[in-house]
């Protein structure tokens, strides 16, 4: 299994084009050691040559410019790009989708959460029904009772997807917002059959349960949110008034936080974070939140990242 980290970044990016933080400015200055990033986006293939986007960013025209995998490079109008697949409905993950309107009609996978809010609150789908009748939605089912669901993308023979319904949160734009319901926002468990590996996708992680940690234990590799380091990191930072938890996101210190689950993880599972926020201090690679990482055995994903599973 082949992983292309296209945008390793929260929403905004970093630096963020408006944020004057520390860690913005000193990005901006040279006065901080940290590399700018793109907003979250990955692409997954079994062969190298077709690929499945795991959400499609703000960013995409940047990404694909900078990933040759993806170029034309058989007929006139072409692309490495088999489909799509939108773990959230959030705008840093689906608002690429208006940038590929030029490649349309093409598959995109989504629970019936997501597509309803991108075809009303937020109407992607139904703006791209102008170009050749738009994208063609594959639904994801997740519902109460079943919280899980397994499928396959014909783009990537092979590979077995399994949707795992995720405590997190529905977009500002969704009248879920606040109250959010299984579909929401997903993770994925990706199974190469022919060698047994296993990624773990999951770049909005409200809250863990015993359910999502069994997932986390059977992956090779987890790729996770690594948003905010602190909770009210947004709060200290003067930059906003959420917390982590407010936004969906599980911080990474603390007792509870992520980096103590991820530690619980068998010592051969490769742990990596994503979805970085600008005002996490572990983008400065000369931070003690970054050298605790590194003691750790964590890594922090950075545009341009490639994986094998």
Request: include cysteine; hydrophobic fraction near 35%; aromatic fraction near 6%.
């Amino acid at each position: 299994m082949h992983v292309l980290v296209l945008g390793a970044a929260a929403g905004g990016g970093f630096p963020q084009w408006n944020c004057n933080c520390w860690l913005c400015r000193g990005v901006r200055q040279g006065s901080v050691e940290a590399s700018p990033r793109t907003q979250s986006s990955i692409a997954i293939s079994s062969d190298g040559d077709r690929w499945l986007l795991c959400n499609a960013s703000p960013d995409i025209r940047t990404q694909l410019a900078a990933t040759p995998e993806l170029h034309p490079r058989r007929v006139p109008r072409d692309s490495g790009i088999g489909g799509v697949l939108l773990v959230d409905g959030q705008i840093d993950h689906a608002t690429g989708l208006l940038s590929l309107r030029e490649g349309c009609p093409f598959d995109v996978w989504c629970t019936p959460n997501v597509h309803r809010d991108l075809s009303s609150g937020f109407p992607l789908f139904r703006m791209l029904e102008h170009w050749q009748g738009g994208p063609t939605w594959h639904p994801i089912p997740i519902d109460d009772d079943h919280r899980e669901a397994s499928f396959e993308v014909p783009a990537c023979p092979g590979l077995t997807f399994t949707a795992v319904a995720l405590t997190s949160n529905a977009p500002p734009y969704s009248p879920r917002r606040g109250a959010p319901t299984p579909g929401d926002n997903i993770g994925l468990l990706i199974e190469d059959r022919r060698r047994g590996t296993r990624l773990f996708y999951a770049p909005g992680l409200g809250e863990l349960d015993d359910r999502v940690r069994g997932f986390l234990s059977r992956a090779d590799c987890v790729l996770v949110d690594g948003t905010l380091w602190h909770d009210d990191e947004l709060i200290r930072a003067g930059v906003g008034r959420a917390t982590g938890r407010d936004m969906g996101h599980l911080a990474l210190s603390g007792e509870q936080g992520l980096l103590a689950e991820l530690a619980a993880l068998p010592a051969t599972t490769r742990r990596v974070l994503i979805h970085i926020n600008n005002t996490n201090p572990i983008l400065d690679e000369r931070s003690a939140e970054r050298a605790s990482l590194t003691e750790a055995g964590v890594e922090v994903s950075f545009d341009g990242m490639r994986l094998e599973v």
